[in-house]
């Protein structure tokens, strides 16, 4: 019978922690937590839980470029907070703070280069503020304001810093959901074309202004399914979530995203409850695929549709530090040889 060094020309090596760039098809031994591992491409995707945040909260505002890169600012704890911080893949940092403290407003952008715009202030924690910041990687400045005040927009944004999309959400009294549109540019805020469906608490990504998906949220007490594109110019209805809810995050494009967490309700819209559920966008319908490790809503998050993080949120009936890391198939990971 072959041996592994036959067919591969090295041992299995032993190490005190996993390699850092392991190649496809490579096996070891992790002498600390006493385990044979193999680098394998997964088949179905999966929730890993990441390093927890050092604030506890939810309603916050994050973006991401993957799993392992990604910054968080505000939230609620339950008081309203400007705490930013940065993930590395493994722990997150504390860096420097909003100026102005808030929750349930929506982030654009990378961990170096963010833009956070609209939710609820101390001043303002009922009609919603316009207020608008950019993060530099090091520090928040405060740029030109959203054209409408608005509060609970989305779990998840679309764009970048420099292109992004401020979709929906509520004015004052907070029953008013709203269907308004606006476009960034880098130095403004413009009024585009709206939404079909008026909600608040959606999620919405994409990859700049001119493409971008909206799905779920809620109008106006009604929880809603509803999926919506955007050209550049309108939006147009598509299939519904398979599970309508509110307060999700999402991650990815127009053609392949996630939806994750948030609230749905099982007998009445009084009665909400949070859901570990996760839905993958393959650009026409979408279908259920591997769950969260815990029922959460009010998170925030961002990524691709392959690499994907969820952060904080209420895990009933409290707040919660916990980030949970999306690896999807197709892509290669460590894996734990178990014996059967």
Known sequence: ??????????????????????????????????????????????????????????????????????????????????????????????????????????????????????????????????????????????????????????????????????????????????????????????????????RNQSASVGVDNTSALCFGGQNPTTYVANTESWNGTSWTELNDLGTARYALAGAGTSTDALGFGGYQYLINPSSPHAVARTEAWNGSSWSETSDLNRKISSNTGNGTGSSAITIGGIDTPTQTANTEEWIGPGVPTTRTITSS
Request: proline content about 4%; aromatic content about 6%.
């Open 1 to 198: 019978m072959a041996e592994y060094k036959g067919i591969h020309g090295t041992k299995i090596q032993n190490y005190t922690s996993d390699p850092a760039n392991p190649i496809l098809g490579q096996v070891w031994y992790n002498e600390t937590s006493q385990t044979m591992k193999v680098q394998a491409v997964t088949t179905v995707g999966s929730w890993a839980t990441g390093g927890d945040l050092n604030t506890a909260r939810s309603q916050a505002m994050g973006v991401a470029e993957s799993s392992t890169s990604a910054l968080v600012a505000g939230g609620t704890l339950p008081g309203i907070s400007a705490i930013t911080e940065s993930y590395n893949g493994s722990a997150w940092t504390e860096v420097n703070d909003l100026n102005t403290a808030r929750f349930v407003g929506v982030a654009s952008g990378t961990q170096t280069a963010a833009i956070s715009a609209g939710g609820r202030t101390p001043v303002s924690p009922t009609a919603g503020t316009a207020l608008n910041e950019s993060w530099n990687g090091t520090s928040w400045t405060e740029v030109n304001d959203l054209n409408t005040a608005r509060r609970e927009i989305a779990g998840s944004g679309a764009g970048t810093s420099t292109s992004a999309l401020n979709t929906g959400g509520s004015t004052n009294p907070p029953t008013n959901k709203i269907a308004n549109n606006e476009s960034w540019n880098g130095t403004s805020w413009t009024e585009v074309g709206d939404l079909n469906t008026a």
